[in-house]
């Protein structure tokens, strides 16, 4: 029988959400738990679309602003509307671990079946 820590399952499974800090629950003590693993990998999942999704928009940003300077104002707005979904979906996350509910994110869910099916 396992002797997790509910406590530190909870604190993990929130943490997961916080950016890179999904890391820590993956080096834990209740890394083997369902609810850290499920929780850890969609924070992980999440923090990777997200920073890919900001550098390629820095990345246009830079590399064509000297076609267009609407470009930079495009690349701006979107990086605000990612940011803003990060947020979101990260409160939707820790909402859903403080809960100890398993809800699928929208998207990340998507990405996490791909994955898992390959």
Known sequence: MNSYNH???KFLSVIAYLGPLFVIGKF???KDCDQV????KQGE???YI?????LVSIFLDFSFNF???SLSIICFLFNIGVGVSWVILSIMGATSALSSTKVR????SAV???INNK
């Open 112 to 114: 996490l079946d791909k």
């Open 67 to 69: 076609l267009l300077d």
């Open 50 to 54: 997200m920073a890919t999704l900001v």
């Open 28 to 30: 834990s003590y209740e």
């Open 37 to 40: 693993k499920f929780h850890c």
């Open 45 to 47: 999942v999440l923090f």
């Open 105 to 108: 994110l929208p998207i990340v």
């Open 7 to 9: 406590a530190n399952i």
